[in-house]
C-alpha cells in the first residue's frame, strides 16, 4: 500500500505579502481616521480614488496585454485577481488620505489616474526587465498639486485630531512599530530609511546652522504621524527604490537633503516633491547609462500572481 506524498504549500512572494499587510493597514486606517481620528476629507473621497485606481489598472493592462501579446495579469484565479488589483487599491487610497480637494472629488480621482497611468507610460528596462521607477502614488499627488493650486496637502493634524491622552502617543508608536516590522522582514528597506533619517536630521543641522531655522521645531515634525507614514510607507516603496543596501542608503540621503534645499527655496510640500525629484533623476540616470525605455518584453510575461510593482508605498507625508 502506497503511501501519499503530503503536499507543500508553496511559499509566498514576500512582495505579495508585504502588499496584502499594507493594503489591509491603510484600509483600516482609512476606515479608522475617518470614524474616529479626525479625517477632513469627504467619506466619499477614498471610494473615489479605490475606483479609479481599478478601473485605470485594469483598463490599461488589458490594452497593454493586447498589444504584447500575452494574457493579462489579472486572469488565472481569484488570488491573481486581488493581488493584481492590490497596488490599484494601496495607490487610490494613498491619495484619497494625502489630497484635500474641498468638496470636490476631482483631484483625488486625478491623482489616482496620474499614478496608475505611470506604471504603464514611464517604464525603463533595469535589470533586465521593464519596470516603472516613478512612485506611483507619490507621482500622482504630486502633479496634483502642480496642476491645481486649489488643491492642498491633508493636513497634518487630522491624523491624531480627535484623540487625547495616551493615544496621542500610541498611535504614532504604533504606526512607528508595525511600519519598522513590515521594513525589516518583507520590504528590507532599513538601510534606505536610515539614509532618510540622517540626511533629514543633518539638513535639519545645516538649516539651523546657516539659515537660522529653529532646530526643535524641525526634529520635532520627526515626531509626528505624518512623517512616520512617510518614512515607512512612501518613501520605502520597493518598486521604484534601489535594492543594494549602499543605494539606498544614497537614495534616503538624497531625498532628505533635496527636501531640505525645497524648503530653503520656500517651496510647499517638499516631501512629495522631493521624492519626484529624486525618483526622476534616477529614472534619468537608468536611461543615460545605457538602458533604453522598453515595454514588457512578449517572450517572458509576468506571472498572473505576481504584480508588477510593490507599492507599500504610501503616505501620509505632509
Known amino acids: 500500500m502506497s503511501q501519499r506524498t503530503p503536499r507543500t504549500k508553496a511559499p509566498t512572494d514576500p512582495r505579495i505579502t508585504a502588499l496584502r499587510r499594507f493594503a489591509i493597514s491603510i484600509t483600516v486606517f482609512t476606515i479608522v481616521g475617518h470614524l474616529f481620528l479626525g479625517f477632513e476629507q469627504a467619506y466619499l473621497t477614498p471610494v473615489a480614488g479605490v475606483l479609479t485606481a481599478y478601473a485605470v489598472n485594469l483598463v490599461l493592462e488589458t490594452l497593454d496585454a493586447w498589444t504584447h501579446g500575452h494574457p493579462p495579469r489579472y486572469l488565472g484565479s481569484v488570488s491573481a485577481f486581488v493581488n493584481f488589483l492590490l497596488p490599484a487599491h494601496i495607490a487610490g487610497l494613498a491619495c484619497a488620505m494625502l489630497l484635500y480637494g474641498n468638496e470636490s472629488l476631482w483631484p483625488t480621482v486625478f491623482a489616482a489616474t496620474v499614478a496608475s497611468a505611470s506604471k504603464y507610460l514611464i517604464r525603463v528596462r533595469g535589470n533586465g526587465a521593464p519596470r516603472h521607477m516613478l512612485n506611483p502614488s507619490n507621482l500622482g499627488i504630486s502633479v496634483t ?60 543641522v545645516i538649516r539651523a546652522l546657516f539659515f537660522h531655522d529653529s532646530l526643535a521645531s524641525m526634529l520635532l515634525v520627526m515626531s509626528g504621524v505624518a512623517f512616520i507614514l512617510y518614512t515607512n510607507y512612501m518613501i520605502t516603496d520597493p518598486g521604484t527604490t534601489p535594492r543594494r543596501p549602499r543605494y539606498q542608503v544614497v ?68
Open 251 to 318: 537614495f534616503g540621503l538624497a531625498t532628505a537633503l533635496t527636501y531640505g534645499a525645497l524648503v530653503i527655496a520656500h517651496v510647499a510640500f517638499g516631501l512629495f516633491f522631493a521624492l519626484t525629484i529624486v525618483c526622476t533623476v534616477r529614472l534619468l540616470w537608468t536611461v543615460v547609462s545605457g538602458r533604453r525605455p522598453l515595454a514588457r518584453p512578449q517572450s517572458a510575461p509576468q506571472p498572473a500572481h505576481v504584480p508588477a510593482d510593490t507599492q507599500p508605498a504610501v503616505a501620509a507625508a505632509s
Open 145 to 204: 498639486l502642480l496642476c491645481f493650486s486649489w488643491v492642498s496637502i491633508a493636513p497634518p493634524y487630522q491624523f491624531t485630531e480627535y484623540v487625547r491622552g495616551p493615544l496621542d502617543w500610541l498611535i504614532p508608536v504604533a504606526v512607528l512599530v508595525s511600519g519598522t516590522m513590515l521594513n525589516a522582514k518583507l520590504t528590507r528597506r532599513m538601510p534606505l530609511i536610515l539614509g532618510w533619517v540622517g540626511g533629514f536630521l543633518l539638513q535639519a
